[in-house]
């Protein structure tokens, strides 16, 4: 039966409901995207011009083209005279075809910086040399009549500019011909002054409302950042903007305090592992909360086009209003809202092609077969393969017989993803919305059976909506309706079937690496499939397994929903506010499989004919009943509170806020949902813009744990001197533009403590008994019976984790230059674990649980941003850094016959290895010879091994720590080199634009990391781990020790023809640095002008070119360092992105 049609009402069954969703969330974003489009069908756009005026004096036609574009008009009377009386008609007219209407048949011309137009004489350019060189004065002052010291005063379109002095005046040297003055301050609007007429100026500063009230999100709600007390760092949704799919792997190096790697490229299962400021638990989860919104959500398939801001909530000051839930640190992703403007239409797409950053390289045949004789004969062997068979397949001359199989070229391609988003933002004085669509699709690396009625390559398409709107249902009363949906397609190779654990891709790569290139072709030239000779779970054909063992497929959609509702009580008291949540999140994954396994052959040779012969090796099993799985979960979030601010005279800032909230998650198939509660409270004061101080406090509920032990209490305190508001700092703001010096300490919880649900329930187990030590000789022999497993401990909780913080923000030079750093000590402790120094003697059955381990983590992070203009170029550099580094203060260990064994005392996820000094030479050993062979024996005084019998110069030399003249684990130290994850993460970059043009580029990287090549004795990484039937040699074994070449200067020690553990076993040998600096991003890009857009009526638009993941640097140099040591480096791949993008708004 054709497989399409296999089962095909239960999957048009399931696809159905999950496009009924779909179609749902469709109909409702309509819904309310037609709603508000009538709520401001009367709003007009900002940047046309219409006019129909009669003998009308110029100056009243100037401000109403103002009043319709917010284009600001200078000029000079006596050069243009305002009181004349013109004609005009204009229709939908930008400002270049209007200015043009108005001053024809005049001897005017006009100029345009920004939102400002200066109207000048059409000849003015021909000034002499003499009129250009002059001097203007001026005075600047704020509103009320205040001079500004220290204000920049700037010649438009030069690098000539001075500051005002104590007394806000200036004295400038002009050097152009029409000069204009740029006058910008920190916390007022930038001014620009034409100074074509006159040589005295009096420069009137506005505040700027919005740098000045510039807030940031906090735990439940937003701040003004001047006055903020605890360490959070943001940056903006399009920072994030980069060809992939998972937000998570935009991360690294973007924001200081977050650490992030990427283990995979795998499409669907490609998210990065990130931390905030490090890891400080070897037992509980790591991860930080992530918030959309303000809900939990996962935030790996958000469309960064969607995103306001990414936010790092760190110190306590943050993050203990999260309670149980806040120890590892909080992420905030803001979605983009609503504005009162005429509806803005975006669009950008982007076309990528993908190939690996790096992937393994495979010997041929004729270098796999010396190695195995090479192997052979160290170990005193006679050779396999002869002189006259590897020529044969050194000539190449017959590929089916003789085959030279690269597996990683054969089955690979040049990938390519594609991105499309279309956002609608706009509304009026009672509504607003933010609408937004999204496609990505991602193909994998693999090729496909051009044969076959399915896909069997890696695959993804994603499709994403979202819907904000927010209603001024009175002038008091904001009404915000959400909803935001994702719907995801992937499939992959059916041999993922076969896999009851990790990835079914990943397994796949490993076969490829395990399968030598002189075995089996890929398939004979008469198209017959090719088996391995000795087939088995291990010995396989990879080109059967990717394009003839089936296929799967995942069908994930999810469907968020928020609804909040604040009400202003200014009736009660001014600054009162109540605010209610609701949200309901549905997730459900449907999963499809379909195997089967083809008839294969070996070829046992060719006829007289010169045709192929061949024997039957594995028997066809056609596709087998199909896997289906359903999976699903339901989140429902109820959240209310009462917030209240306000300012009094001028000096006394007071807020003040109690918030409570509920969640629920129900799991398909768990009968018990997993529930918690919360009570909140915050408060802060300010005094003069000097002094901040806040005070907050989370009480979680968690039913995870035992009656009377389920509330805890986490508060925290934070203050902050704003040294720059100081009377006596005035003097210095010329130079120091800003300071802040910020301070926290609190209490934080981890409910995640890594063991089962209900821990703190005791168990019982049949047929088992206590070990009472009443057998033989005091042997702690068994009584069989129904004894009782776990012991119950009630008193089991969340880890509890302090953190200090210290931090300052500072600004230079009007804010071009910007600083901010802080240094943090984080101590957890009631980690949970099993008690190792309970013996079974006392009575447990199983190690009883307790809350006891103890981790320190400590460091610092900080970040600089610079601007500056130079002429017509613009600069900006941004750099981060983040060091983080934790210590096991305790753990409960039986004590160790020697100090490094010890696990406390070391970093967490450090390893424990043999210290290798060098190789073994000849002079380690005595020679004689028996039987014509010669015998090697360690010289008198040399440490023997645990791990053979049969040490050979050009194996490894261990380090015999305890000096009992034998290698074994007792010589193993812990912590040796640094930990996998990084202890350090930085990134740096600057972009550049010069008139329509820009260029960006970012370099992210990591140091303090350390990687273990082929841990765990990898047969992907070592040589004939099985034998030379499941072993495909990468390149690097080339570089070895032999006789001819018994160099300590090489990677591999001497060959073996089989798992040879004293030198395959996790060594400092293979030990590596897993630093790396990444060329992460590149982009160069062209801005459109607009004089051309507005003819055709867009408003902005651009074209680029970028590279991710372009080059690496770092010491691993065979897989990408992110990897690190998992599976020898045989994950999917991470990938290096090339993408066209064009984008545009109307």
Not at 196 to 216: K, Q
Not at 433 to 445: Q, T
Not at 853 to 880: C, H, M, P, T, W
Not at 934 to 960: C, H, Q, R
Request: aromatic letters at 12%; glycine letters at 10%.
């Amino acid at each position: 039966m054709n497989l399409l049609y296999h089962n095909l009402p239960s999957l048009i069954q399931r696809r159905r409901g999950m496009l009924l969703k779909l179609s749902r969330i469709m109909k409702l974003l309509f819904f309310f995207l037609t709603v508000i489009q009538f709520s401001v069908f009367g709003f007009t756009d900002a940047q046309q011009i219409t006019l129909n005026e009669k003998n009308t004096p110029i100056k009243t036609v100037l401000e109403k083209a103002t009043m319709q574009s917010g284009y600001s008009f200078l000029f000079n009377e006596k050069v243009f005279n305002a009181a004349e009386n013109v004609n005009i008609e204009v229709t939908n007219a930008d400002i270049d075809t209007f200015l043009t209407h108005l001053l024809k048949g005049r001897n005017l011309d006009y100029r345009r910086r920004g939102e400002t137009v200066t109207i000048v004489l059409a000849d003015e350019d021909v000034r002499t040399k003499k009129d250009i060189a002059r001097t203007v004065t001026g005075v600047v002052k704020d509103a009320n009549g205040v001079t500004i010291p220290g204000a920049n005063v700037l010649e438009v379109g030069t690098t000539n500019g001075v500051a005002t002095g104590i007394d806000g005046k200036f004295s400038i040297e002009l050097i152009t011909s029409q000069p204009s003055l740029r006058v910008t301050f920190v916390g007022y609007v930038a001014q620009e002054v034409d100074v074509t007429n006159n040589d005295y100026y009096e420069i009137i500063m506005e505040e700027d409302s919005e740098a000045l009230e510039e807030v940031v999100v906090v735990g439940f709600g937003t701040q003004k950042k001047e006055s903020l007390v605890s360490s959070v760092s943001t940056i903006k949704g399009e920072e994030l903007r980069f060809p992939t799919r998972s937000l998570s792997n935009n991360l690294a190096g973007q924001v200081p305090g977050l650490i992030a790697v990427q283990r995979s490229g795998e499409p669907g299962y490609d998210n990065s592992e990130f931390w905030i400021r490090g890891i400080s638990s070897f037992a509980g989860g790591t991860s930080p909360l992530v918030l959309v919104d303000g809900i939990p959500r996962d935030m790996n398939d958000i469309e960064p086009d969607e995103i306001e801001t990414f936010t790092l909530l760190k110190d306590a000051a943050a993050t203990a209003i999260y309670g149980a839930e806040g120890a590892n640190g909080v992420v905030i992703i803001t979605s983009k809202r609503g504005k009162n403007q005429k509806t803005q239409i975006t669009y950008r797409g982007e076309y990528s092609v993908l190939q690996p950053t790096r992937l393994p390289e495979f010997l041929g045949s004729v270098d796999v077969m010396r190695l195995y004789n090479e192997g052979l004969t160290n170990e005193g062997q006679q050779p396999d393969y002869s002189d006259e068979l590897i020529a044969r397949y050194a000539s190449g001359q017959d590929p089916d017989l003789y085959p030279n199989s690269n597996w990683m070229d054969l089955l690979r391609k040049t990938t390519n993803n594609t991105r499309h988003t279309l956002n609608f933002r706009g509304g009026g004085e009672k509504a607003r919305y933010f609408v937004s669509g999204a496609y990505f699709s991602e193909s994998g690396i693999f090729k496909s059976n051009p044969l076959a009625d399915y896909d069997n390559n890696v695959g993804l398409k994603r499709y994403n909506l979202r819907s904000n709107v927010d209603i001024d249902v009175t002038p008091s009363t904001l009404l915000t309706v959400d909803l935001s949906g994702q719907y995801l397609e992937t499939h992959y190779p059916g041999y993922k079937l076969a896999i009851s654990n990790g990835s079914g891709v990943t397994e796949l790569l490993k076969r490829i690496t395990i399968s030598s290139p002189h075995l089996v072709p890929m398939i004979y030239s008469d198209g017959t499939l090719a088996s391995h000779p000795t087939p088995s779970s291990n010995r396989v054909n990879p080109y059967n397994l990717l394009m003839e063992s089936g296929y799967e497929n995942e069908w994930r959609s999810s469907l968020q929903s928020r609804v909040t509702l604040e009400q202003k009580l200014d009736i009660i008291t001014k600054g009162l506010k109540i605010r209610g949540v609701v949200s309901y999140d549905s997730e459900s994954k449907f999963i499809s499989r379909r195997a089967k396994v083809p008839a294969q052959y070996r070829a046992t040779g060719r006829d007289i004919n010169g045709d192929l012969t061949f024997e039957q090796l594995i028997n066809e099993e056609p596709f087998a009943d199909p896997y289906e799985s359903n999976l699903g979960s339901k989140n429902i979030y109820l959240e209310t509170s009462l917030n209240y601010s306000r300012n009094f005279n001028e000096k006394h800032a007071v807020g003040g806020m109690f918030l409570y909230y509920q969640k629920e998650r129900q799991v398909h198939n768990q009968a018990l949902a997993y529930r918690k509660q919360a009570y909140i409270g915050r408060g802060t004061y300010i005094f003069d813009k000097r002094y901040s101080i806040e005070a907050n406090f989370g009480i979680t509920g968690s039913e995870t744990f035992a009656k009377g032990y389920r509330y805890g209490f986490f508060p925290a305190v934070g203050v902050a001197w704003i040294v720059e508001n100081e009377p006596f700092f005035t003097g210095m703001r010329d130079i120091v533009s800003g300071l802040k010096i910020r301070a926290s300490i609190g209490r934080t919880g981890n409910d995640n403590t890594g063991g089962d649900r209900f821990l703190y329930r005791g168990t019982f187990t049949g047929g088992a008994g206590y070990p009472l030590g009443i057998g033989g000789t005091g042997a702690l022999n068994n009584l069989g019976g129904f004894v009782e497993g776990r012991f119950e401990a009630p008193g089991l909780s969340w880890e509890i984790e302090e953190k200090r913080n210290v931090g300052i923000d500072l600004g230079l030079f009007e804010d071009r230059i910007t600083f901010q750093a802080d240094y943090f000590d984080n101590f957890r402790y009631n980690i949970l674990l099993q008690r190792r120094t309970v013996g079974g003697a006392v009575g447990f059955r199983e190690a009883p649980w307790q809350n006891y381990g103890k981790v320190s983590n400590k460091g610092i992070d900080a970040s600089l941003q610079a601007r500056e203009y130079f002429g017509e170029v613009r600069v900006g550099i941004r750099a981060n850094f983040t060091f983080a580094k934790n210590k096991i203060l305790e753990y409960d260990e039986v004590e160790q016959p020697h100090p490094w064994m010890n696990i406390t005392g070391t970093s967490l996820r450090t390893n424990r290895l043999p210290i290798a000094e060098r190789l073994y030479t000849e002079d380690d050993f005595d020679v004689t010879m028996e039987g014509g062979e010669a015998v090697y024996t360690l010289k008198e005084g040399l440490a023997t091994s645990a791990w053979s019998s049969n040490l050979m110069p050009g194996d490894i030399k261990f380090m015999d720590l305890n000096g009992d003249g034998r290698f074994d684990n007792l010589d193993k130290k812990r912590g040796s080199g640094y930990p996998e994850v990084p202890e350090i993460i930085y990134g740096a970059g600057f972009n550049v634009e010069y008139q329509n043009f820009y260029i960006n580029v970012f370099v992210q990287g990591a140091a303090r990391a350390t990687t273990i090549l082929g841990a765990d004795n990898n047969e992907g990484f070592f040589p004939f781990t099985w034998g030379v039937d499941e072993s495909n040699v990468r390149k690097e074994a080339l570089d070895r020790w032999t006789v001819e070449n018994p160099s300590q200067d090489v990677m591999f020690p001497r060959m073996h023809p089989s798992a040879y553990w004293h030198n395959n076993q996790p060594s400092t040998w293979w030990q590596r640095s897993g630093a790396f600096v990444r060329l992460k991003n590149v982009e160069l890009g062209y801005q459109f002008k607009k004089s051309l857009l507005n003819k055709i009526g867009v408003t902005t638009g651009r074209v680029y070119l970028m590279g991710n993941n372009i080059y690496v640097w770092d010491d691993i140099k065979m897989w990408d360092p992110e990897i690190g040591d998992q599976n020898a480096g045989l994950n999917y791949p991470v990938p290096r992105a090339f993408t066209f993008g064009l984008e545009f708004t109307l």
